[in-house]
């Protein structure tokens, strides 16, 4: 069981990760990127030579899982993703990843097998962790639940900035349709959509900075904190 979880949900480019990583920092939580995990398992599947989702490749990809190890490590003052001890940090946020990993993520095995390795990862410590079904069904237990959106242009802008300071090329408008795309993938499967818990608070951070973002969750940490 971990000790403390601030659950973070919400669509891509929503300001999660951003956030999640700030409270993180401040509070002295571990900090549990999830989609860092599914885009890990992705890039090996395409690796692998995956690079569709018929159902010859699900099998395939059900018995790659058997061979992988994912694993986020606290190095340089930030967190590194690690697929089969290999840093992909960098590897993980290329267009050909944001192009599968929706329909990766959609396979039932491959949740279950991140939902396992999420919770050890968390186990006995505090942790802020992000994704699309944090509240819902990795830690329905959350003692913070908070569910962020923003308009899709705004989100798509902070994305094509987000990769340009990692020097990663990118077209807005791919970029805009991606986040579409996904958003509507995550939140149309079957197995652990992209859904509000009931109980999350939900942020909308179209018109905030960073700084606001990352107060107005810290704030509300800090009051469950005292209670
Ligand atoms: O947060 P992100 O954009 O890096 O996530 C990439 C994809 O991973 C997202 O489009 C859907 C999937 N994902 C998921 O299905 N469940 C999570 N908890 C986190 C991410």
New binding site residues.
Partial sequence: MARFVVAIDGG?GSG??TTAKGVAERLGFFYL????M??AFTLKCLRSGHKTHQKTDLQMIRRLLDTTSVDLRQEDGGIKVYLDNEDVSLAIRKPEVSGF??QV?AIPEVREWMVAKQRQIAEGKHVVC?????GTV?FPDAQVKIFMKADVHVRAARRLKELGEKNMEADESEVLENIKF?DRY?SERTH?PLKKARDAVVLDTTDLTIEEEINRVKAIVEERLRT
């Fill in positions: 891509a999660k990760s990127d999830t989609g860092a599914y885009r990993v929706s993520s992000e994704g699309r079904d944090i990795v996904r995550d652990s």
